[in-house]
T-cell receptor, first 115, second 113 residues
Framework: GAVVSQHPSRVICKSGTSVKIECRSL??????MFWYRQFPKQSLMLMAT?????????EQGVEKDKFLINHASLTLSTLTVTSAHPEDSSFYIC???????????FGPGTRLTVT | SQQGEEDPQALSIQEGENATMNCSYK?????LQWYRQNSGRGLVHLIL?????REKHSGRLRVTLDTSKKSSSLLITASRAADTASYFC?????????????FGTGTRLKVLA
């Protein structure tokens, strides 16, 4: 149980285009989903916290107009990187939290490369 | 800075040896969690220790917590090559309904066969 999927696992896009990443909790309902960004050999940096049906809460320094987050249902959240640039290339990881325990369940991550 | 600190940043040991990683954090906590990440993958939850606990065991893992020093350690005993991964501590901040998790800088462990 407690499986979180992300799609796609890898994506290469051209500079200026937009990319959508999906995060799904497959066998449970997620009160909250978190989006993280991770650069090579570095830790996870929280980008935003997303609660179903409400606007995402972005961390300081994260552009909400660039990283659009939608949490339309208790099992799906999407992150859209708009007008992507090479510096947006990174590993994006989502996690889902049921609100019932302390544990959050992580997706396998999405490797974004912007050329 | 959003993150806590972990040390060492990188650790290389021989199979069978013990590996110790340390984590320091900045705020008061309710609990502290340790995660493992294999290269290019998501994170796997290893163990959670509550603020009123000082030590916890799970298989070959031993976690300690010193809230007075705002630090925790993760000990992996009798390491195996399969333990090669990055290890992160994480603390939860915020009030009910606004929780978020802050990760440490991580320790990259390499276990040599």
């Amino acid at each position: 149980g407690a499986v979180v999927s992300q799609h796609p696992s890898r994506v290469i896009c051209k500079s200026g285009t937009s990319v959508k990443i999906e995060c799904r909790s497959l066998d449970f309902q997620a009160t909250t989903m978190f989006w993280y960004r991770q650069f090579p050999k570095q830790s996870l940096m929280l980008m935003a916290t997303s609660n179903e049906g409400s606007k995402a809460t972005y961390e300081q320094g994260v552009e909400k107009d660039k990283f659009l987050i939608n949490h339309a249902s208790l099992t799906l959240s999407t992150l859209t990187v708009t007008s992507a640039h090479p510096e947006d290339s990174s590993f994006y990881i989502c996690s889902a939290w049921t609100g019932l325990t302390y544990e959050q369940y992580f997706g396998p991550g999405t490797r974004l490369t912007v050329t | 800075s959003q993150q806590g600190e972990e040390d060492p940043q990188a650790l290389s040991i021989q199979e069978g040896e013990n590996a110790t990683m340390n984590c320091s954090y900045k705020t008061s906590i309710n609990n502290l969690q340790w995660y493992r990440q294999n290269s290019g993958r998501g994170l796997v939850h290893l163990i959670l220790i509550r603020s009123n606990e000082r030590e916890k065991h799970s298989g070959r893992l031993r976690v300690t917590l010193d809230t007075s020093k705002k630090s925790s350690s993760l000990l992996i005993t009798a390491s195996r090559a399969a333990d090669t991964a990055s290890y992160f501590c994480a603390t939860r901040e915020g009030a009910s309904g606004t929780y978020k998790y802050i990760f440490g800088t991580g320790t990259r462990l390499k276990v040599l066969a």
